[in-house]
């Protein structure tokens, strides 16, 4: 079946520790975004990608960092400069950047810092 | 400062009740407004997608409304089932200057539906 599948579901982190939260898509999808969500806090933009070897900041992308070598991969880097790390990571993609396509979302990814 | 502001933040009605959940907001200029719904510790599935020129949309048991002069949309769920508990979040999309479109997210309000 097509879909974002974004591993692992649960991952524990030291204080100075670097992350990589995994997001693959079968989806053929240009796009690819990743998201933050905190308690009583909508989505909010870490990182995207419109297309293979590019992608842009979004509204929060300190202490984070991705790549895209391949259309189907996203894979996001919570680094140690990220302070407060513990939220609820999402992967989202959708085909190109036009803004009447559906965005479809991986199951989501939990960080906690320990 | 684009925003989208959901209401209630919260809600518990019983199974087989209508419920409408409202989201007005502020995001110029306007593309799109959607309606997803996110079961605790999920992904977010998309429910309805409408644009400017579109009044109403359903999906089975969701009807979602778009009043853009306004600039309120409403999300109403007809004869609730226990499963509809989650937490529906609406999503505006900007036009940007040079082409592209900026997602601004509500927090989302928390449905319960309880037996």
């Known amino acids: 079946d097509g879909g974002i599948t974004q591993s692992p579901k649960y991952l524990f982190r030291k204080e100075g520790q670097n992350v990589t939260l995994s997001c693959e898509q079968n989806l053929n999808h240009d796009a690819m975004y990743w998201y933050r969500q905190d308690p009583g806090q909508g989505l909010r933009l870490i990182y995207y990608s419109q297309i293979v070897n590019d992608f842009q900041k979004g509204d929060i992308a300190e202490g984070y960092s991705v790549s895209r070598e391949k259309k189907e991969s996203f894979p996001l880097t919570v680094t140690s400069a990220q302070k407060n790390p513990t939220a609820f990571y999402l992967c989202a993609s959708r085909t190109g950047d036009t803004s009447g396509n559906t965005i479809y979302f991986g199951e989501g990814s939990w960080l906690t810092v320990v | 400062k684009n925003q989208v502001e959901q209401s209630p933040q919260s809600l518990i009605i019983l199974e087989g009740k209508n419920c409408t959940l409202q989201?007005?907001?502020?995001?110029?200029?306007?593309?799109?407004l959607r309606w997803y719904k996110q079961d605790t510790g999920r992904g977010p599935v998309s429910l309805t997608i409408m644009t400017f020129s579109e009044n109403t949309k359903s999906n089975g048991r969701y009807t979602a409304t778009l009043d853009a002069d306004t600039k309120q949309s409403s999300l109403h769920i007809t004869a609730s089932q226990l499963s509809d508990s989650a937490s529906y979040i609406c999503v505006v999309s900007a036009i940007l200057t040079g082409g592209g479109n900026k997602l601004t997210f509500g927090t989302g309000t928390q449905l319960k539906v309880e037996l």
């Open positions: 989201c007005n907001y502020t995001v110029s200029p306007f593309s799109n």
